[in-house]
């Protein structure tokens, strides 16, 4: 799986968007890009993914730039219930390789 | 809707013992992934099953083990327990073919003392 770099932590205040960065310069054609979160001890819980194009569902929107070396979430919106550990992840297969994500903490 | 069923959901266990985790997929559900995550750390992938056959492994000891029986449900089996097993164990499930994301259990945390 490609190598993900994201920054270990971003401080955001509640209401307004929260921008998440992901770098994945060495992804190859064919690999996806996701996006999971965990809340305290949860269970990691899907977000997005994505390929080539930007999408967007009820949760969050993910920007993928032009060469796919990078990509952003936006949580429209952050709630204090939004504070998390993201994680974005980059696969060819069926397995999640899980790296250093970025801790979110939402104030209000 | 249903979701990915653990347990037991707490287990302390002592050295040298052995233990059992169970998982019990999403309703037709066909693949199953386990994952270990470790006090501060992020979450390891284990092993996963596909259709009951080993389909994957990762940074599994040889100390554990696991199967995944007809009904699709999964045992993580774990002997001769350290200190270090002490973690949350997770399992997810997702059905082949589909290529969004799985879907994790709340977890089982195991303390080996």
């Known amino acids: 799986d490609a190598k993900t770099t994201q920054p270990p932590s971003m401080d955001c205040a509640e209401g307004r968007a929260a921008n998440l960065p992901c770098n994945h310069s060495?992804?190859?054609?064919?690999?996806?890009v996701y996006w999971y979160r965990q809340i305290h001890s949860q269970g990691p819980q899907y977000i997005i993914h994505?390929?080539?194009n930007n999408e967007t569902n009820e949760m969050a929107s993910l920007i993928i730039t032009e060469d796919r070396k990078s990509s952003t979430l936006i949580l429209p919106h952050a709630t204090l219930r939004d504070t998390a550990v993201y994680y974005c992840?980059?696969?060819?297969?069926?397995?999640?390789?899980f790296g250093a994500g970025t801790t979110v903490t939402v104030r209000a | 809707a249903a979701g990915v069923i653990q347990s037991p959901r707490h287990l302390i266990k002592e050295k040298r013992e052995t233990a059992t985790l169970k998982c019990y997929p999403i309703?037709?559900?066909?693949?199953v992934y386990w994952y270990q995550q470790g006090p501060g750390q992020d979450p390891q992938f284990l092993i996963s099953?596909?259709?009951?056959?080993?389909?994957d492994k990762g940074s599994i000891p040889d100390r554990f083990s696991a199967q995944q029986f007809s009904d699709y449900h999964s045992e993580l089996n774990m002997s001769s327990l350290e200190l270090g097993d002490s973690a949350l164990y997770f399992c997810?499930?997702?059905?082949?073919?589909?290529?969004?994301?799985?879907?994790f259990g709340s977890g089982t945390r195991l303390t080996v003392v």
């Open positions: 997810a499930s997702s059905l082949s073919g589909q290529f969004y994301g799985y879907t």
């Open positions: 060495t992804i190859s054609g064919n690999e996806y």
């Open positions: 994505g390929l080539k």
């Open positions: 992840i980059v696969r060819i297969d069926y397995k999640l390789s």
């Open positions: 309703p037709r559900h066909d693949t």
């Open positions: 099953f596909y259709e009951k056959m080993q389909s």
